[in-house]
């Protein structure tokens, strides 16, 4: 029976199709009425395969990115280009989308838990903790698991593991797609920075213009790149590499001025 069954990491698929139907019910206002998320791209969803589909993306915020995807992804696969009108696409929602997560992000607090719940790939960061830099061996669970999740159906990744713009693109993640040879989706976000604070659960600004651009297959040769070819891919494919700076280098700090200023000229009011 559908109420007993389970995914690949033994979560309910009844709990977690509540979970999605409720949290995306209570966020969808964050992207269609307190500020407006424009898509491009998204008719490349429906062409995809149902397994073995890993997106790369920036990353902004903790869980706003995440939860926004989730919107996308089933909206396109139920008809809808570009836009997450009618929220109906939720009735029946992918059940085998995971993303992935570091695991003191989301045991800080019950929502986290619940989002983890809700389809979290949680793993052990070898380059930060609490905080701190560290330097700790990568978990070879956590590699397997990702894989598990690739094996039965879509994975989220964002290949910096940081919300910080321009940081370095994280090695494993080439690690990943040359072992397992996904179809790679890169997608690049804007907007969520200025509109939700840093871990994307209060709403920090109204008006904010969200955009979120899915781009075609990442072009890769399996059989002749490199680690480092990969990297590099990724870094122009999510538009994190240093050429895509105004100014380079320029400090974090200066970045996010220009990125303030930048705000103001975007900043838009739409009645709901």
């Given at each position: 029976?559908?109420?007993?069954?389970?995914?690949?990491?033994?979560?309910?698929?009844?709990?977690?199709?509540?979970?999605?139907?409720?949290?995306?019910?209570?966020?969808?206002?964050?992207?269609?009425?307190?500020?407006?998320?424009?898509?491009?791209?998204?008719?490349?969803?429906?062409?995809?395969?149902?397994?073995?589909?890993?997106?790369?993306?920036?990353?902004?915020?903790?869980?706003?990115?995440?939860?926004?995807?989730?919107?996308?992804?089933?909206?396109?696969?139920?008809?809808?280009?570009?836009?997450?009108?009618?929220?109906?696409?939720?009735?029946?929602?992918?059940?085998?989308?995971?993303?992935?997560?570091?695991?003191?992000?989301?045991?800080?607090?019950?929502?986290?838990?619940?989002?983890e719940y809700a389809g979290s790939i949680s793993i052990e960061r070898t380059w930060r903790e609490k905080g701190k830099d560290v330097n700790k061996q990568v978990k070879?669970?956590?590699?397997?698991?990702?894989?598990?999740?690739?094996?039965?159906?879509?994975?989220?990744?964002?290949?910096?593991?940081?919300?910080?713009?321009?940081?370095?693109?994280?090695?494993?993640?080439?690690?990943?797609?040359?072992?397992?040879?996904?179809?790679?989706?890169?997608?690049?976000?804007?907007?969520?920075?200025?509109?939700?604070?840093?871990k994307g659960l209060l709403i920090k600004k109204r008006g904010i213009l969200q955009s979120m651009v899915i781009k075609p297959p990442l072009e890769i040769d399996y059989?002749?790149?490199?680690?480092?070819?990969?990297?590099?891919?990724?870094?122009?494919?999510?538009?994190?590499?240093?050429?895509?700076?105004?100014?380079?280098?320029?400090?974090?700090?200066?970045?996010?001025?220009?990125?303030?200023?930048?705000?103001?000229?975007?900043e838009f009011w739409t009645n709901y």
């Amino acid at each position: 029976m559908t109420l007993f069954k389970k995914d690949i990491f033994g979560k309910s698929l009844f709990l977690k199709k509540t979970l999605i139907r409720t949290l995306g019910l209570v966020s969808h206002r964050r992207y269609r009425g307190f500020n407006e998320l424009h898509i491009e791209g998204s008719e490349i969803i429906r062409d995809l395969p149902p397994t073995n589909v890993l997106f790369i993306s920036n990353h902004q915020t903790y869980f706003a990115d995440v939860a926004a995807m989730f919107h996308v992804f089933n909206a396109s696969l139920n008809g809808r280009v570009d836009n997450i009108k009618d929220i109906g696409y939720l009735y029946n929602p992918k059940l085998n989308i995971y993303f992935v997560a570091a695991k003191e992000t989301m045991r800080a607090g019950l929502l986290p838990k619940i989002m983890e719940y809700a389809g979290s790939i949680s793993i052990e960061r070898t380059w930060r903790e609490k905080g701190k830099d560290v330097n700790k061996q990568v978990k070879m669970s956590d590699i397997s698991n990702i894989t598990r999740a690739l094996n039965d159906g879509w994975v989220i990744t964002f290949p910096q593991g940081t919300t910080t713009p321009f940081k370095p693109i994280r090695r494993g993640t080439a690690h990943i797609i040359l072992k397992n040879k996904p179809i790679v989706i890169p997608i690049v976000i804007d907007g969520f920075r200025r509109s939700f604070d840093k871990k994307g659960l209060l709403i920090k600004k109204r008006g904010i213009l969200q955009s979120m651009v899915i781009k075609p297959p990442l072009e890769i040769d399996y059989e002749n790149d490199t680690v480092d070819d990969v990297v590099t891919k990724i870094e122009y494919a999510i538009e994190q590499h240093p050429s895509f700076l105004k100014v380079v280098p320029v400090p974090v700090e200066d970045y996010q001025k220009s990125e303030d200023e930048l705000n103001k000229k975007r900043e838009f009011w739409t009645n709901y």
